[in-house]
């Protein structure tokens, strides 16, 4: 796996840019803010997390089913996995965004917090995945019947269709969701234990590290190109925490 160093957006783009070139557009993009974290989705990272899993998602279905004016269907467990995304839960997927930019927003945003640690910005080739996988190259939608039954494990006990067993999909977020299509969201779904990192060759995956050191100037600069808060996370509270930012208050 190619690593690569960057200290400033030039450098960043520039490294994209190489990555366009032999590869064509459809890059993806994952930005870290640790680059010790390693390529597995939040369910995977406890032993309590995975024997959790289908309580979590169920519960999460009987109490978000009560309260949402236009919830999923029963069925679209795509969009249900989704949800639980979006508000934090741990899942099977890992989030992924069309543009680098927004990646170097999620890698550095926590650059008070995080002073002394690198950050990372993971770029896929996500086709080349999906044809490694024995799935073609071409990125399904979230809501296409393979991605649906990828995710049926997460709801059902011994609901595995054994072609999909221990594989990884990378598929495309079609969620009527502002904050998704803000993002440029996209995800792998993980129903292998496998690190992303281990089963990549070097034309599939590469990592850009950012310096602790660098952090607070990326995140500086991407004010520069409207790249904000309130503009990765478009609500109110965000935009009250732009103003704060920009004012100083």
């Given at each position: 796996?190619?690593?690569?160093?960057?200290?400033?957006?030039?450098?960043?783009?520039?490294?994209?840019?190489?990555?366009r070139?032999?590869?064509g557009?459809?890059?993806?993009?994952?930005?870290?803010?640790?680059?010790?974290?390693?390529?597995?989705?939040?369910?995977?990272?406890?032993?309590?997390?995975?024997?959790?899993?289908r309580?979590?998602?169920?519960?999460?279905?009987?109490?978000?089913?009560?309260?949402?004016?236009?919830?999923?269907?029963?069925?679209?467990?795509?969009?249900?996995?989704?949800?639980?995304?979006?508000?934090?839960?741990?899942?099977?997927?890992?989030?992924?965004?069309?543009?680098?930019?927004?990646?170097?927003?999620?890698?550095?945003?926590?650059?008070?917090?995080?002073?002394?640690?690198?950050?990372?910005?993971?770029?896929?080739?996500?086709?080349?995945?999906?044809?490694?996988?024995?799935?073609?190259?071409?990125?399904?939608?979230?809501?296409?019947?393979?991605?649906?039954?990828?995710?049926?494990?997460?709801?059902?006990?011994?609901?595995?269709?054994?072609?999909?067993?221990?594989?990884?999909?990378?598929?495309?977020?079609?969620?009527?969701?502002?904050?998704?299509?803000?993002?440029?969201?996209?995800?792998?779904?993980?129903?292998?234990?496998?690190?992303?990192?281990?089963?990549?060759?070097?034309?599939?995956?590469?990592?850009?590290?950012?310096?602790?050191?660098?952090?607070?100037?990326?995140?500086?600069?991407?004010?520069?190109?409207?790249?904000?808060?309130?503009?990765v996370?478009?609500d109110?509270?965000?935009?009250?925490?732009?103003?704060?930012?920009?004012?100083?208050?």
């Amino acid at each position: 796996m190619l690593t690569q160093k960057v200290s400033t957006i030039d450098e960043l783009l520039q490294f994209v840019s190489t990555l366009r070139q032999k590869h064509g557009v459809r890059l993806w993009f994952r930005g870290e803010e640790n680059a010790d974290l390693t390529l597995i989705p939040s369910i995977q990272r406890s032993q309590k997390r995975l024997d959790s899993e289908r309580y979590i998602a169920n519960d999460f279905y009987i109490r978000a089913r009560q309260i949402l004016d236009n919830p999923p269907d029963k069925h679209n467990y795509a969009g249900w996995v989704s949800l639980m995304q979006h508000y934090g839960l741990p899942t099977r997927m890992l989030d992924w965004t069309q543009s680098p930019l927004i990646a170097v927003f999620f890698a550095t945003e926590t650059y008070r917090e995080t002073p002394d640690t690198d950050a990372c910005v993971w770029v896929l080739t996500p086709g080349l995945l999906n044809e490694k996988e024995g799935f073609g190259n071409c990125i399904y939608p979230i809501d296409a019947d393979t991605t649906q039954e990828m995710l049926l494990p997460a709801f059902k006990h011994n609901h595995h269709n054994p072609e999909l067993k221990n594989k990884i999909l990378a598929c495309s977020s079609t969620e009527n969701n502002l904050r998704m299509y803000s993002q440029y969201s996209n995800f792998t779904v993980h129903n292998s234990l496998e690190r992303l990192e281990d089963i990549c060759d070097e034309n599939m995956l590469y990592k850009i590290i950012i310096p602790s050191g660098r952090k607070q100037y990326f995140i500086e600069s991407l004010r520069v190109f409207g790249i904000s808060e309130s503009f990765v996370y478009p609500d109110l509270d965000h935009i009250s925490s732009d103003l704060r930012d920009s004012y100083g208050i």
